[in-house]
């Protein structure tokens, strides 16, 4: 069975930093792009960034390009999301998502998500 | 930034069809998948390339369009289909989602 475990969320001020972690099991993690989706209280899903599933290839939407990277460590079959310099609009429910990519690339698989608040 | 636009909102009786729309702001050809959000819980696929069904996802639920133009049906609708409909596009970066539709039951 497929599991994607998010972790790392909490209560951060403006500025500051946040590592999100999503731990993946029940299938080959070195085998397969992987992303990361928010979604702000209330509101619909937005794409913040993907990476290819040997790191050669990342993408960030231009909302969090220069703040956030995304990294993975296949051998540890975990994903990860630093976020740097958060704004209050960062303020979301974070999921990890994998990417099936056979032609059509779409999110086959969602993790329960972790919530990201950002409030002085 | 490929906008998808859907209606906020569908009200419809139990046992019948719902229909929902997805319009793209230009061709994604076959690249438009559809997930549903129960309240408190991630997103599930269960459309993907405009017409396939994903895994384990009842053949009550179906998908068509190419293009620009979409649309996602639920025939017949059971209770436990109240949730918020999400299309979202793979055509180009940025990967985008429609606004999402919110499913009610007369």
């Known amino acids: 069975e497929v599991q994607l475990v998010e972790s790392g969320g909490g209560l951060v001020q403006p500025g500051r930093s946040l590592k999100l972690s999503c731990l993946a099991s029940g299938f080959t993690f070195s085998n397969y792009g992987m992303n990361w989706i928010r979604q702000a209280p209330g509101k619909g899903l937005e794409w913040v960034a993907s990476i290819s599933s040997s790191s050669s290839y990342i993408y960030y939407a231009d909302t969090v390009k220069g703040r956030f990277t995304i990294s993975r460590d296949n051998a540890k079959n975990t994903l990860y999301l630093q976020m740097t310099s958060l704004r209050s609009e960062d303020t979301a429910l974070y999921y990890c998502a994998r990417f099936r990519v056979d032609g059509y690339n779409y999110f086959d698989y969602w993790g329960q998500g972790v919530m990201v608040t950002v409030s002085s | 930034d490929i906008v998808l636009t859907q209606s906020p909102a569908l009200a419809v009786s139990l046992g019948q069809r719902a229909t929902i729309s997805c319009r793209a702001s230009e061709s994604v050809r076959s690249s438009m998948h559809w997930y549903q959000q129960k309240s408190g819980q991630q997103p599930k696929l269960l459309i993907y390339?405009?017409?396939n069904l994903a895994s384990g996802v009842p053949a009550r639920f179906s998908g068509s369009g190419s293009g620009t133009d979409f649309t996602f049906t639920i025939d017949p609708v059971e209770a436990d289909d109240i949730a918020t409909y999400y299309c979202q596009q793979s055509r180009n970066d940025p990967l985008t989602f429609g606004s999402g539709t919110k499913l009610e039951i007369k």
């Open positions: 390339g405009a017409s």
